[in-house]
Structures are given as C-alpha cells and as structure tokens.
C-alpha cells in the first residue's frame, strides 16, 4: 500500500544552520504531498504543499520539491531559527481521492540558540 | 482556510469513563477526520465522519469504543469510551476546505491523560 517514510530525528542544529528532513514515498497514482508543522501543545499547521511532479512548495523560508523520479519530498530551509523547533510531518494524499492522508512518522528539531 | 474549534483542550479522566471531544468549523466542509497521536507518534486516522450517516472506521478501531457523530456540515463529536491508560493520546479533528480541496486543516487537538 500507499506509505510515507521520513528521517528519525531528533535533528539538532545551530541557529542559522541549513536544514534537510528527508522524505521519501510511495504511491500507485499520483498523490499530492505535504509537510505539516507541530508546534509543541499544538495542532498540525499545513507549512507547504505540492500538487504534481516537478511542483516546489514554499513558505516561511521553507522549500521542498516533488521529485517524481525519485519518489521524494525533502523538506530544506537554508537558515534555520530557534521559532522553527517543532515536529515536522511529511504526508500524501490518497490518489483515489477519499482526501485520507498517509502521515510519516514524524522528525522532531530542535534549533540551538 | 477553515477554522477549527475543539474542545476540551485537555483532560484527565478516570479509567471505564469516557470523554466526547467536540470539533466545532465556521464554514461547510466536506470531510471530517478523526486522528490518534499516541505519545511520540504519529497521526493514526480513526474514522471518517459522515454526515447524517455513520462513520467510516480505519482497520482497527470500532464504533463501540470511538462513536462519531456528525449531525451537520460544521460540527462533529468523538466520544473515547470505556478509557484505559492505553487511550492516553492526543485527538485531533481535521477538516477537509470546499474550495483548496484535498488540504486538510487541523483542530489543536484534545490531549487526553487517563488514570
């Protein structure tokens, strides 16, 4: 079936540091993919999507981009903050289009000051 | 984006009690979702709240322990019933926007700590 694998954290850097949460999936059709954010207390907060290969979504600095060919969806941010600690979710849409999303595990990071 | 109430926010239940977590939308949605968090995992979906209708239930989980309802557009209800420490979890809602379709918007979850 449909899955979503991502890097275990915790992933600790220094402020201003450059980032990379790896995600890779697999689908029988052609998912839309996501990252949500988790703020610690919090809710998921949708931080960026993508719809169709080659798309590269973006939003407060952070990019990723549906790489079709090599199935993946690596979430990268050239400067982090202490704001950006939290948990970060990659995530597919069911291609058969009940809206179901498949989550990943999850990778926690923690941005030193 | 919609906006999503749930409440409570949090709450600490004897076990063989149960809590109905509310997810309350300002706008009409299509699609409302019930999500576990157990403690440093990720998001397990429930069930699909139908309106008017019965929930659609993921492999795993049954009526009689989660009953959903959702008697309209805009509000849906999540009871956990007969708790065990087991159920301690975080439970979000989510909701499924009419016009930026296939983006799920999130409640701020109910954190649930059964004793």
């Known amino acids: 079936g449909d899955s979503v694998t991502q890097m275990e954290g915790p992933v600790t850097l220094s402020e201003e540091a450059f980032l990379t949460i790896n995600c890779t999936y697999t689908?029988?059709?052609?998912?839309?993919l996501f990252w949500y954010v988790q703020y610690p207390g919090e809710g998921l907060q949708l931080l960026l999507k993508?719809?169709?290969?080659?798309d590269k979504g973006s939003n407060k600095g952070f990019e990723a981009t549906y790489r079709k060919e090599t199935t993946s969806f690596h979430l990268e941010k050239g400067s982090v903050q202490v704001s950006d600690s939290a948990v970060y979710f990659c995530?597919?849409?069911?291609?058969?289009?009940?809206?179901?999303?498949?989550f990943g595990t999850g990778t926690r990071l923690k941005v030193l000051a | 984006s919609a906006v999503i109430s749930q409440k409570p926010s949090r709450d600490i239940c004897q076990r063989g009690t149960s809590l109905t977590i509310q997810c309350q939308v300002d706008?009409?949605?299509?699609?409302m979702f019930w999500y576990r968090q157990q403690p440093g995992q990720s998001l397990t979906l429930i069930a699909t709240a139908n309106q008017g209708s019965e929930a659609t239930y993921e492999s795993g989980f049954v009526i009689d322990k989660f009953p959903i309802s959702r008697p309209n557009l805009t509000f849906s209800t999540l009871t956990v019933s007969n708790l065990s420490p087991e159920d301690s979890s975080i439970y979000l809602c989510s909701v499924v926007d009419l016009v930026a379709k296939n983006i799920q918007y999130f409640g701020a979850g109910t954190r649930l700590s059964v004793l």
């Open positions: 995530a597919l849409s069911d291609p058969s289009g009940t809206y179901k999303y498949i």
């Open positions: 993508a719809t169709k290969a080659d």
């Open positions: 689908a029988t059709g052609y998912p839309s």
């Open positions: 706008s009409q949605v299509t699609m």
